[in-house]
């Protein structure tokens, strides 16, 4: 059964920090590229970063570059999204997506981020 669970979203202060994590079960994690997408209320999903197969590669959203690291770690079948300096609108829910360019892919049920203060 293949499951992506997110989790480590919060309420956290403008200017503070989460690492939201994704663990992955039921497929070979290491062969799948991943990606964080949020979406905020009455908005579309976006796309905030990727991280390819091997963690070699990764890219990020304008509007986060600099303020959030993507990694992974194979061994754990773990993703992960440092955030930083986080702003009013970073709230959203956070989605994790693992996928192959063959057009196979997986998606969680998002993690809450609410930044407020």
């Known amino acids: 059964q293949v499951q992506l669970v997110e989790s480590g979203g919060g309420l956290v202060q403008p200017g503070g920090s989460l690492r939201l994590s994704c663990a992955a079960s039921g497929f070979t994690f290491s062969m799948y590229h991943m990606r964080w997408y949020r979406q905020a209320p009455g908005k579309e999903r976006e796309l905030v970063a990727y991280?390819?197969?091997?963690?070699?590669?990764?890219n990020y959203a304008d509007s986060v570059k600099g303020r959030f690291t993507i990694s992974r770690d194979n061994a754990k079948n773990t993703m992960y999204l440092q955030m930083n300096s986080l702003k009013l609108e970073d709230t959203a829910v956070y989605y994790c997506?693992?996928?192959?360019?063959?057009?196979?892919?997986?998606w969680g049920k998002g993690t809450l981020v609410t930044v407020s203060s």
């Open positions: 997506n693992a996928f192959r360019f063959s057009g196979m892919g997986y």
């Open positions: 991280i390819s197969s091997t963690g070699g590669t990764t």
